[in-house]
């Protein structure tokens, strides 16, 4: 057993104050890293240390090994916390924090390893008998031998990195015509972002669904599962809303994946917090994914359906303590919605829309969470990710969910950047959603950027009119250059709210 006393947070943004704020409350000393850019940032300010670590380039910053560990070093920290990005899925840097006598608040660097590497993976799996897409299993020699599997299991197929994630290196092949130079553009994208150009092919599934399980393992043989999330409203194949429970799982289906789970992470002898995805399609045929060796971003829909701190948990379980429950002790209750508020332009295909926030006002109320990463007069710059916060909302069922973060996405006042909360307001009022159907297609299918400024007119319209009507009826007497006015005033204020 190993008592932490000082954790050193390898990361940035609104993780960092997530896992600040749970250091906290079990009395834990915190550590902050931060670049150039980030010396007044909101997870340096609450830390109880901080330590510079390079100018604005990842590359130079929270990327380096040597200066966390020199951080860490020079400030007395027994223990690193990765977060997720950057280091979080680097086995080297687990590795390195053993050999210098660091605690890694994360997975053994074998599992780390393994599990980053998505054909030794699945090979793993499919020895533990889960199951996953048909393809293969092995990186591919060539573009012949991958071609001619590829016609055995029939079009479309995935073409994907072995070494990747975050759809880097990822390409749908729906036509043979199509597919050597998908290979070539997968695997140089591969390379590019991973330096590894192995690729691998799985069969396209038609109407997938994104579901993932949430697992925790301690060092002791113990390991559990923390339910479900649905993950499929995505762009560029990344994550923009997620939920908890997801909404087509019966209790057997549930049950079957769980199980799946548990065996992936006993598998590669997994300790600590981890997420199994898995692609649904259908028919309700489930196959794995990849398993993210990790916390990941959307893990408060989950603590908010079990009521348990996956970040303090993980502290424990770094400690060497048994996990203090079973099993047959987790249950969940309720719904939870998480929306991811970038600063991008959903109106522009996501593209990142930068700025400082002369405005950033969050919602609250029962049922309301905000995990920020910035505050009110910080910029949102093009050398990280532009996610603004995390916006949560939790109900006794799906409707009251869904209702809240209505009320909440329309409490949320942004200036300075576009931000995905329009997108986000679209989605949740789409029928497809609301009824459950949706899948990862959702963007591609039935998302119409236009209707956006769409929602807007009809709003503003409505504004101007109920203000005319209310100064008709306070006297004719220069209603008509009041009215101008007062419209002009409201209608640039929710316009510049709605399209930020």
Not at 34 to 48: K, R
Not at 195 to 203: L, P, S, T, W
Not at 474 to 480: F, I, M, V
Request: proline share 4%; charged share 30%.
């Amino acid at each position: 057993m190993a008592n932490i006393n000082k954790i050193l947070i390898a990361n940035r943004g609104e993780i960092a104050l997530r896992v600040i704020r749970s250091c906290k409350d079990m009395g834990k000393q915190t550590v902050a890293v931060y670049s150039d850019p980030d010396a007044e940032a909101p997870h340096v300010l609450h830390a109880d240390e901080s330590v510079h670590i390079g100018p604005a380039a990842s590359s130079e910053s929270y990327l380096v090994i040597d200066k966390i560990i020199e951080a860490a070093k020079s400030t007395g920290a027994d223990a690193i916390h990765p977060g997720y990005g950057f280091l979080s899925e680097n086995a080297d840097f687990s590795a390195r924090c053993q050999e210098e006598g660091i605690i890694f608040i994360g997975p053994e660097p074998k599992a780390i390893k393994l599990m980053g590497d998505k054909t030794e993976a699945r090979e793993l799996m499919k020895k533990a008998d889960v199951p996953f897409p048909p393809g293969t299993t092995n990186a591919l020699e060539s573009i012949e031998e991958a071609e001619e599997i590829a016609h055995e299991i029939g079009f479309p197929v995935l073409v994907k990195a072995a070494a990747g994630g975050g759809g880097k290196g990822m390409r749908i092949v729906d036509e043979p015509s199509e597919f050597k130079s998908s290979i070539k553009g997968a695997k140089s994208e591969a390379r590019n972002a991973f330096g590894d150009d192995r690729v691998y092919i799985e069969k396209y599934l038609v109407e997938p669904r994104h579901v993932e399980f949430q697992i925790l393992a301690d060092e002791h043989g113990n390991v559990v599962h923390l339910f479900d999330r649905e993950c499929s409203i995505q762009r560029r194949h990344q994550k923009v809303i997620e939920e908890a429970p997801c909404t087509i799982l019966t209790d057997e289906l549930r049950a079957e994946m769980a199980e799946a789970a548990v065996s992936a992470a006993k598998a590669c002898d997994y300790v600590g917090a981890g997420t199994i995805e898995f692609l649904v399609d259908r028919d309700r045929n489930f196959y794995f994914l990849e398993m993210n060796t990790r916390l990941q971003v959307e893990h408060p829909v989950t603590e908010l359906i079990t009521g348990h701190d996956l970040v303090s948990l993980q502290i424990l379980v770094a400690e060497g303590e048994k996990l203090p429950f079973s099993q047959d002790d987790i249950t969940m209750s309720g719904h939870a919605i998480e929306c991811r508020i970038y600063a991008e332009d959903p109106r522009d295909q996501f593209l990142p829309s930068t700025g400082t926030l002369t405005k950033h006002r969050i919602p609250s109320g029962n049922g309301v969470r905000v995990d920020a990463g910035v505050e009110e007069g910080q910029a949102v710059t093009i050398n990280y990710d532009p996610m603004i916060s995390k916006l949560c909302t939790f109900g006794k069922d799906r409707e009251q969910a869904i209702s809240r973060m209505l009320r909440a996405l329309d409490e949320y006042e942004i200036a300075g950047c576009r931000t995905t909360i329009p997108f986000c307001k679209y989605v949740l009022e789409h029928e497809a959603f609301r009824e459950g159907t949706y899948d990862t297609h959702f963007v591609k299918a039935l998302f119409d950027p236009g209707k956006l400024d769409e929602l807007v007119d009809d709003e503003i319209q409505s504004i101007a009119a109920s203000l005319l009507k209310l100064n008709k009826s306070n006297g004719e007497t220069g209603y008509k250059e009041k009215t101008h006015q007062a419209n002009g005033d409201v209608a640039s204020s929710w316009w510049q709210k709605r399209r930020r």
